[in-house]
């Protein structure tokens, strides 16, 4: 079957780094992405992994290991707007159209 | 990023009556679109894909005459909810595929929020 784990919750500071998990199994591999998603509103594309590694974009960063079935999203210099939902999908190999395998979503609140 | 756009954006209906949803790609040809239902504080369930010109592909344990879709043209796929009746009540968000793209990232519009009395 597919399966996607993250933590429900997280809390951080103002201006610290947070890293959020997250760990799949799924019928074969093609992509891992991370959307945020404010209350209320859709999902906003953050980041995409294919190859292992970190992927690098300003404030925010995603690693993959595909041997581990892992990835994390890394988010520097928090700020509270970046309070919201971060959801991580996979795309498997098998079940065509491209669609994605979402996670529950890790709930991050940033306090002062 | 590429822009989705979705109409309406709420809609309170009585029971029994049917609802429809709008996604278009505004900026870009899209063969293929998803429609999800989200539930207060849960993730996005996948409830069908949306083939342009051809019959939609609906998950498992979502009824294809309740939920009806129509992929008319590269930039609309509708979404119809027939009789509608309160539990149908949810935040419905559709997504295009955007081929232009080598990791073709699916881009989401802002949803719908249905509240069925």
Not at chain 1, 10 to 30: D, K
Not at chain 2, 16 to 25: D, L, M, P
Not at chain 2, 47 to 52: F, K, P, R, V
Request: one cysteine or more; aromatic letters at 12%; glycine letters at 8%.
């Amino acid at each position: 079957g597919q399966n996607i784990d993250q933590p429900t919750e997280m809390t951080a500071t103002e201006g610290a780094i947070v890293q959020i998990n997250c760990t799949y199994q799924t019928s074969g591999f093609n992509g891992l992405f991370w959307y945020q998603q404010h209350a209320g509103e859709a999902p906003t594309f953050l980041s995409y992994n294919v190859l292992d590694g970190l992927e690098e974009k300003g404030r925010f960063s995603s690693f993959l290991s595909r041997s581990k079935g892992y990835s994390y999203l890394l988010l520097k210099e928090l700020q509270m707007k970046d309070s919201a939902s971060y959801l991580c999908a996979v795309r498997p190999l098998l079940g065509g159209y491209n669609k994605l395998i979402f996670g529950a979503g890790t709930r991050l609140a940033v306090h002062p | 990023g590429a822009v989705v756009s979705q109409h309406p954006s709420w809609v309170i209906c009585k029971s029994g009556t049917s609802v429809k949803i709008e996604c278009r790609s505004l900026d870009f040809q899209a063969t293929t679109m998803f429609w999800y239902r989200q539930f207060p504080k849960q993730s996005l369930m996948l409830m069908a894909t949306s083939n342009e010109g051809s019959k939609a592909t609906y998950e498992q344990g979502v009824e294809k005459d309740k939920f009806l879709i129509n992929h008319a043209s590269l930039t609309l796929s509708t979404l119809t909810v027939t009789s509608a009746h309160p539990e149908d009540s949810s935040f419905y968000i559709c997504s295009a595929r955007d081929g232009r793209e080598l990791q073709e990232t699916q881009y989401f519009g802002p949803g719908t929020r249905l509240l069925v009395l």
